[in-house]
């Protein structure tokens, strides 16, 4: 249990002696140091049940817990003070204690045992098949992930999908294409196929235009298709398999893994055999209206416009292959599920009107599907990659991040090893492409790391619902809240521990009684919040937060660092350990990120 929680569950069982009521009250970590670890308004809200002093009955309260054996062993001091905070600080003792729990626990540190009764679907990524995959599906890609990873950490049984988008009438579009202006055996033979597949969807656009009846002839391609024709379902299948060349390149890059249909995820076309039940369901609860020939579900006092569900044609629509998407889930891994989509903000009505139409249905109760929201990219600088119509490919995004962090390494003398520059191999084109050399012949992909580090980082340092504008000069920026000064941080602390030869993680008992520094005691207090930390983004769906105290974290060890003598001082064992102790947590905080924490830089 963490030290929050133990706070939380003295409190309301003390409470207990002031009333039987339930009270709702808080435990916060206070920005000010001064103020203690951990405060609480608990006396400020009893006191208005109480019609008592909110700073006397604090102080009541606060006597109380100098007294509890339960708070006295890991806490020093209780204070109560105007208008009615109680203040806690940890003790010296604890907080050794804690930093020799880190080092026993290593990767461990800050997770919690899986919970069967905690279990969620989290959906993200989610391309389209036959199309691009961008830059705008980098945010559900990277912020999905977190989550997932933060989720795991907290106990839950996570189950990680990718709702690929593989299913619809544009497949109409690009079987017509192809059959019309396409090469199937130069599409094999192409490096990205994808790309040749947009092309072709492009094309149809712009013949479209002059001939609208191909939209028609499109929609009786995509009922074949349906329809199970052969051809249609051949070439519907190849174009999942180019797909699948580019998107395991990017999720091998990103280190993305999912964990449903053997890690494919399940498409909306595996439930095209699962509709039909949904289509009945909302017939048989009445749900299903006509209106011009197309079938909606209409909602009471019209709260929400009318979802679509049906096309006049009869043709199934993303509202059809969801629901049905849904109703698998909850059959498959239970009906208290919890259903998360990473999905952009333009998306919000459409699962506002999701979700209450499965609250009709009585699939499920309020609050068991979420929404996670993100915003949109915005480039400073459109010559930063490759475009592509319209689009910016994520391929080009993730190769200039490679590119650009091997030119930081080679002005900044960024990367080190041993005290020694690292000696490089020419910049090659391709994701993955780049290596560098590093002392003892190991071989690390340096440049890649770093970038994709940067450009994670970049992202989850804010709150997902924010719009991005995406600046390399920010991004890859050493000095600042950047995903290299965190990786930097990290290595910086494994540099000094190598230097050591068979330095022991454990903290002896003689150390503790050496008289600390403030900025040691400052390190210690920040380290045993990690679990903390954890606890509440993964609660909040919040990445953030994790990387708002990484950052934290790594100013306050750099300062530390700058100031203090680690090897040959009088406290290095402890310093040693110390060190030790700020590496592994932001190792463990940046893997929660998918951000790779780099041992040599």
């Not at 919690?112 to 279990?119: G, I, T, V």
């Not at 002059?210 to 002839?217: Q, R, S, V, Y």
């Not at 519907?236 to 893994?257: H, R």
């Not at 998407?325 to 952009?344: A, H, M, Q, S």
């Amino acid at each position: 249990m963490d030290i929050k929680n133990k706070i939380n569950l003295t409190l309301t069982k003390l409470l207990k002696e002031f009333t039987e009521g339930e009270i709702c009250f808080s435990v916060e970590e206070p920005e000010n140091e001064n103020y203690g670890d951990y405060s609480s308004n608990v006396a400020l809200v009893t006191a208005k049940i109480l019609k008592k002093s909110s700073f006397e009955l604090a102080q009541e309260i606060a006597e109380k817990l100098r007294s509890s054996s339960s708070m006295t062993e890991f806490v020093d001091k209780v204070e109560a003070v105007k208008p009615g905070f109680i203040n806690f600080w940890l003790s010296e003792k604890y907080l050794f204690s804690q930093l020799e729990k880190i080092l026993d626990e290593r990767e461990k540190f800050g997770s919690k045992k899986e919970d069967l009764n905690k279990k969620i679907v989290v959906e993200y990524s989610s391309p389209n098949i036959a199309k691009p995959f961008t830059v705008g599906h980098l945010r559900s890609t990277i912020i999905g992930d977190a989550i997932a990873n933060l989720l795991e950490a907290n106990g839950w049984k996570v189950f990680r999908d990718n709702h690929l988008g593989d299913w619809g009438t544009q497949f109409g579009k690009q079987i017509y294409a192809i059959k019309t202006w396409g090469k199937e055996d130069e599409i094999e033979k192409s490096k990205n196929p994808v790309k040749e597949l947009v092309s072709l969807y492009i094309k149809f656009h712009e013949e479209a235009e002059k001939n609208p009846e191909l939209d028609g002839k499109a929609r009786e391609r995509f009922k074949k298709l349906e329809n199970g024709d052969p051809e249609a379902r051949r070439l519907w299948q190849k174009c999942v398999d180019w797909s699948w060349k580019e998107f395991e390149k990017i999720y091998q890059a990103l280190g993305i893994k999912f964990t449903e249909n053997n890690g494919l995820g399940y498409g909306e076309s595996f439930f095209e055999d699962k509709i039909k039940p949904v289509i009945e369901e909302l017939k048989v609860k009445k749900l299903l209206k006509e209106s011009e020939d197309a079938k909606l579900v209409f909602f009471p006092s019209d709260k929400l416009p009318p979802l679509m569900i049906l096309k006049k044609d009869g043709a199934t629509l993303y509202s059809t292959r969801d629901l049905a998407t849904d109703k698998f889930r909850l059959e498959k891994y239970g009906k208290d599920i919890l259903i998360l989509n990473e999905v952009g903000n333009e998306q919000s009505l459409y699962f506002k009107q999701l979700f209450e139409i499965e609250k009709m249905l009585a699939w499920i109760k309020e609050g068991q599907r979420i929404h996670k929201k993100h915003g949109l990219y915005r480039f400073k600088d459109q010559k930063m990659s490759t475009r592509k119509g319209n689009t910016i490919w994520l391929e080009d995004v993730l190769e200039e991040a490679e590119r650009r962090a091997f030119e930081l390494q080679k002005h900044q003398s960024m990367f080190e090893t041993d005290g020694k520059c690292v000696v490089t191999k020419s910049f090659k084109k391709g994701i993955g492409a780049q290596r560098h050399v590093l002392g003892g012949g190991q071989r690390f992909n340096v440049a890649q790391e770093v970038g994709i580090g940067a450009i994670k980082w970049n992202d989850l340092k804010r709150t997902s619902e924010q719009d991005i504008v995406f600046d390399w000069d920010e991004i890859l920026n050493m000095q600042g809240d950047s995903g290299p000064y965190l990786q930097y941080a990290y290595a910086r602390t494994q540099s000094v521990l190598n230097k050591i030869k068979n330095q022991k993680s454990k903290i002896k008992n003689t150390n503790r009684n050496l008289k600390l520094e403030k900025e040691e005691i400052v390190l210690l207090r920040a380290l045993i919040k990690f679990p903390d930390v954890v606890d509440d983004a993964g609660e909040k769906f919040a990445p953030n937060i994790l990387c708002n105290y990484l950052f934290d974290l790594a100013q306050k060890f750099n300062l530390f660092y700058q100031k203090y003598k680690i090897i040959g001082s009088k406290n290095e064992d402890f310093r040693l350990n110390l060190t030790a102790g700020v590496g592994q947590v932001i190792k463990n905080g940046l893997n929660l990120l998918g951000i790779q924490a780099q041992e040599k830089m």
